[in-house]
């Protein structure tokens, strides 16, 4: 196929001609990665202006992940290697769903050997050119540290849910492997930037070995297609909290445009970080959420991940599957006796140790079942390495000598330990000949187990020969799975557990047994319903779909990048959208004459996060200096009640003031305040305050503020979560009691606000544009800065009055928000020290005015 890629961008860059095929450019790429380490940060950005004139055939997907699906091997002669697919790995599961055919997709990640430098280019030639695999070689102790050390000591342990209290539970947090960390997700970008084709790949990275990943690709492509999906768990925001470098992973996450997670309550506590850490809040849109990031939409995909049906079926299918489902019969059933099966990784959160003590409690509580019984245990490797692993090895071998020497009788033992690796196919013969599956584990991210022994005990016609069955009769299976791993909440049917309850899963073991047939059957159907119709091909096909959804609008967004190292991230706004320079608009507002100037105050002149909330002595010296310029009417518009501003802008005799989001009105300070909305009858509050009031104590931190037209409740020193989810239900309670009354019930920025119907900052703006317009002074210059919801009100106004009558024909016009985000705004200013300083040279300007006048 021919694609464009990074690659083939710098050959013509360099000059050479005519551009290499995709064959000759595939075996030079070795060579590109030193080219690029050299570039580090001078290549572009974002390379969307570049157009190679090569196109993309159908659509490619780049998958990233730690280890690529492939089995290495030495040859014989020890003189080169062999390559083979590891078929039961999940990213080739994944490509054979996505289907050849629709979608071509490329493999980048580590091999499982290591390969010495001399042999890293031929190996890479071959890989690509046979498998389509980008091998990422890593020095072996800086992959030592980044996987055995940060993944599995760090990050591993506290995804699920183990804090390092002490030395011996989990690693400290240690900079240097977090760095290891952060190298290694450099050099995985390095390599995707090989073969990438940024406008048209699609890149999808997997797990959490690769979580700062998306930061370094949007950084080098800003309009980059990433997804990232989380196979572990996501802990609570109580655990994850403790993590040093907690918000350099949320922010390298948000960098993705879409984050995928097994189950609702990993994305819930995902999004729990983000409200606590980042202050960033998600929405839901017709069932999609949404976490608005510096102006991008990063979408939140919640669907757990299915086994092959195909492979599955194959495997059930071959003649060894089904000679060793004969063994299996001859050693259990035609004994008389019930096989339930356990196949779990040899790790600590696997729940191996809970399992048999479960069992041992089984046969005390059951004795009925003691020669009857079998628990067939398949320990596999261990993943990682430590004390921890050695630890479960040795409490798992006791446990079950201990139990086979107390209720083992001659020629039965009633646990079987397999903790060699077994062929996938004696596996699935474990899983056909099994009446019940248990799965233990205290904590999973998904575990497909349950899955696979659904889909065996369905079968096949030379199966059910094999095991002497009546194909006509229904299919049963039996499930007790724990409450904490993420297949759970799609096994409705099966029989859930909490595994540190040992009284509990033995009584489940019991239950399974026991259980009429009938409802067997129904519990089974139920289940394979779902697995077979929510296969791998399924999720991946819809992870996509809703990837190529998150970034349909690419193309219109205008993006450039912000922060350094992992800070880092991209603002995507309108292409109208832009910021405003200072110089520009000081020499737009010399060389006009009748200027219109509207401010909103807090998050505008006054920083949000500021304790004392009164205007500087400077602040009131730029106000009266724009103020004294007779070709100026200036306005603070704030949401404050009139007491207040009277209080803080008594030095500012000409400022002209409008508080209460512009009910109450003033021209200058020798003014009377004006009232611009309905008469103010506030018997609704008699109905809204006791409401608030209850709210009040029972959020802690909340206040209520009574104004004179309108009443506030804020949440700004709450919990961040507790106080939104009691302001969504005391806006619809205000809601409820308060629809016949003659008031709009709004939520903002920590608060919900009561206030009059028809009145916002819009009418101020209109109510100053027609003054002025009465007094023949139409302005041809108009600023109006605000920083929240209720500012775009004003907005909207000045934007609407272009070539109206309320303005000069030759009017310029400067609506300006604070901070990048969309607005209905076209310019704006990053905060409130730019907002000083524009304010600053504008009131310089009209003092050298009045001077040369």
């Not at 580090?40 to 004139?53: F, H, I, R, T, W």
């Not at 409401?691 to 004179?708: C, F, N, P, R």
Request: glycine residues 6%; charged residues 25%.
């Amino acid at each position: 196929m021919v694609t464009r890629s990074y690659s083939n961008l710098l050959e013509l860059a360099s000059g050479e001609s005519p551009p290499p095929s995709f064959d000759q450019l595939n075996r030079r790429i070795p060579r590109v990665v030193d080219i690029m380490s050299n570039l580090d940060n001078d290549y572009p950005s974002d390379l969307s202006a570049v157009s190679p004139s090569s196109v993309s055939l159908k659509d490619r997907v780049i998958i990233v992940a730690n280890q690529l699906p492939i089995r290495v091997h030495r040859k014989l002669d020890n003189k080169g290697w062999t390559f083979d697919w590891v078929e039961d790995s999940l990213l080739l599961q994944l490509k054979d769903g996505l289907g050849e055919d629709d979608v071509e997709v490329i493999y980048v990640g580590c091999l499982q050997e290591e390969i010495h430098l001399n042999e890293q280019e031929e190996v890479s030639q071959i890989l690509l050119e046979t498998f389509k695999c980008v091998p990422t070689f890593l020095p072996p102790e800086l992959f030592s540290r980044f996987y055995h050390g940060f993944c599995k000591q760090q990050l591993w342990p506290l995804f699920h849910y183990m804090l390092p209290l002490s030395p011996d539970l989990g690693g400290r947090f240690d900079r240097s492997l977090w760095q290891a960390y952060v190298s290694v997700n450099k050099i995985f970008a390095d390599k995707i930037l090989e073969v990438i084709n940024p406008e048209d790949d699609f890149v999808w990275v997997h797990d959490y070995h690769l979580m700062v990943l998306p930061t370094f690709l949007r950084k080098r492509f800003n309009r980059v297609k990433l997804g990232f999906f989380l196979h572990s768990p996501f802990p609570s925001s109580e655990i994850y909290k403790t993590l040093p470098v907690r918000e350099e992973l949320l922010r390298a996450l948000l960098n993705s445009d879409l984050i995928g997670f097994h189950t609702f309550d990993y994305a819930r506590h995902f999004l729990s970080c983000c409200s606590r850490m980042l202050g960033i809040s998600y929405e839901s849109k017709r069932g999609y959420i949404g976490l608005e990031y510096y102006g991008r939409t990063v979408s939140i995909k919640i669907l757990a991940v299915g086994i092959h049906m195909g492979q599955l079926k194959s495997v059930l299918s071959l003649s060894e599957t089904e000679k060793k489902v004969a063994e299996l019969k001859s050693q259990f059933c035609d004994r008389g006796r019930v096989m339930m099966l356990g196949v779990d990784d040899m790790d600590i959160f696997k729940g191996i140790s809970l399992k048999l003590l479960a069992m041992e409690q089984f046969l005390i509580q059951h004795p009925e079942w003691r020669g009857k019984v079998v628990l067939v245990q398949i320990a596999n490797p261990a993943r990682g390495r430590g004390r921890d692993v050695q630890e479960v090895q040795a409490e798992t071998y006791s446990t079950v000598k201990r139990i086979n020497e107390t209720f083992g009788q001659p020629g039965y033992d009633p646990v079987i330990l397999i903790d060699k690796p077994l062929p996938f196919y004696e596996k699935i013969a474990y899983y056909v000949v099994a009446e019940c599956c248990l799965v233990t584990a205290v904590r999973d991210g998904m575990n497909l187990i349950p899955y696979e022994y659904i889909i065996s005990r369905q079968g096949n016609e030379r199966l059910d020969k094999a095991l002497e069955l009546d194909p006509s009769n229904r299919k049963k299976s039996m499930l007790v799975v724990s409450e904490f791993i993420g297949c759970s909440p799609s096994l409705s049917g099966a029989i859930r557990v909490n595994p540190w309850n040992i009284d509990a899963v033995a009584e489940a073991m019991d239950c399974a047994i026991e259980m009429a047939e009938a409802e067997k059957q129904l519990r089974h159907e139920k289940h394979y319903r779902y697995v077979s119709t929510h296969d791998v091909g399924y999720w991946a096909h819809s992870f996509l779909q809703d990837l190529e959804r998150a970034c349909k609008d690419h193309g219109r967004r205008r993006c450039w990048g912000i922060g350094f190292g992992l800070g880092f991230r991209v603002v995507a706004l309108d292409q109208s959208f832009r910021k405003l320079s200072i110089e520009h608009i000081v020499s737009a507002y010399r060389r006009t004459k009748k200027r219109a100037i509207l401010l909103d105050y807090d998050g505008t002149l006054m920083p949000q996060a500021s304790i004392d909330k009164s205007p500087s002595s400077k602040s009131i010296e730029i106000l009266n200096k724009l103020c004294r310029d007779e070709n100026n009417m200036v306005f603070l518009v704030s949401a404050r009640s009139r007491t207040t501003l009277d209080a803080w802008f008594c030095p500012c005799e000409n400022l002209g003031l409008a508080a209460e989001h512009g009910y109450f009105m003033r021209l200058n300070r020798n003014a009377e305040w004006e009232t611009h909305g309905p008469a103010a009858d506030c018997c609704w509050k008699q109905i809204a305050e006791p409401v608030m009031k209850l709210y009040t104590e029972t959020t802690d931190g909340s206040t209520i503020e009574d104004k004179e037209t309108s009443l506030v409740w804020s949440y700004e020193d709450s919990d961040p979560d507790f106080g939104s989810c009691q302001a969504k239900e005391l806006l619809d309670h205000l809601e409820s009691v308060l629809a016949n009354e003659p008031v709009s019930v709004k939520s903002g920025k920590t608060i919900v606000e009561v206030k009059p119907q028809g009145v916002n900052k819009g009418l101020v703006a209109e109510r100053i544009l027609s003054i002025m317009q009465e007094r023949g002074m139409l302005p041809d210059f108009v600023l109006c800065i605000g920083d929240d919801r209720s500012d775009e009100d004003m907005f909207e106004v000045i934007m609407n009055s272009i070539a109206g009558p309320s303005l000069s024909p030759t009017a310029e016009i400067f609506a300006c928000t604070v901070g990048r985000k969309p607005s209905r705004a076209k310019y704006y200013l990053d905060d409130t020290v730019e907002i000083v300083r524009l304010m600053q040279g504008l009131a310089s300007a009209s003092e050298e005015a009045a001077l040369t006048s």
